[in-house]
């Protein structure tokens, strides 16, 4: 089955440090994803990507940037953190158009 | 703009009792329509979709769901619920044309209880 690594379960940061989460799927998807998850709001399009070097803004791209140099792995780059990013951060992939997600189990990060 | 809208947040329902969990969207197009689980703990995975056809889809674990355009809804149903149901539910819409770009619902939590 597919499977979308992110690479840390938990992540404490502070206010205006840059802070990397890393997502890697291992079955050669084009799209690949990120979202945050808020309770009482559900989850949010930040970017997504259909190719490597590609990126498109999603609904909330403020305060976000994203790289994908690589067809597997797609980062999503917090270029000075803020108290309200304090989130869950979900990324998944998809094979093609209108095909099913594949999520992350998430990063809790807390932004102190 | 596509726009859900999930009237419950929270669903109390004893073990083998029906469910049903309410989704309404908003579009001016034609759009695709998709249910999330979440369990705890743990990503989302997909429980069915709607893209064309029979307006009713089943889906795994012995989920339905019935698009209704009409009503613009798509309402999750199970005719008898497990205490393994018990998840964080999504529904999604997107609109034709726009690939896998979807919109969320807030969710709704179903509880499930002996």
């Known amino acids: 089955d597919v499977k979308v690594t992110q690479s840390s379960r938990y992540l404490v940061k502070r206010t205006g440090e840059k802070v990397f989460l890393e997502c890697v799927q291992d079955?050669?998807?084009?799209?690949m994803f990120w979202y945050r998850q808020d309770p009482g709001l559900g989850l949010r399009l930040i970017y997504f990507s259909y190719d490597v070097k590609m990126k498109e803004k999603g609904d909330i791209p403020e305060g976000y940037s994203v790289s994908r140099e690589k067809k597997e792995r797609f980062s999503l780059i917090l270029e000075s953190a803020s108290t309200n990013q304090t989130s869950m951060y979900l990324c998944?992939?998809?094979?093609?158009?209108?095909?099913?997600?594949?999520f992350g189990s998430g990063t809790q990060l807390s932004v102190l | 703009a596509q726009s859900v809208t999930q009237l419950d947040s929270q669903v109390p329902v004893f073990e083998e009792a029906p469910v049903e969990l309410r989704c309404n969207y908003s579009s001016s197009v034609s759009v695709y329509l998709f249910w999330y689980v979440q369990y705890p703990n743990q990503g989302l995975q997909l429980l069915l979709k709607y893209l064309s056809g029979s307006t009713l889809v089943k889906g795994i674990n012995g989920f339905e769901a019935e698009f209704n355009k009409s009503q613009t809804s798509f309402h999750l149903r199970k005719p008898s619920v497990h205490i393994s149901d018990t998840a964080e539910y999504f529904c999604?819409?997107?609109?034709?044309?726009?690939?896998?770009?979807?919109?969320f619902g807030t969710g709704t939590r179903l509880q499930v209880t002996l």
């Open positions: 999604a819409v997107t609109r034709t044309g726009t690939a896998s770009k979807l919109t």
């Open positions: 079955m050669d998807h084009e799209n």
């Open positions: 998944a992939s998809s094979l093609a158009e209108y095909e099913k997600l594949f």
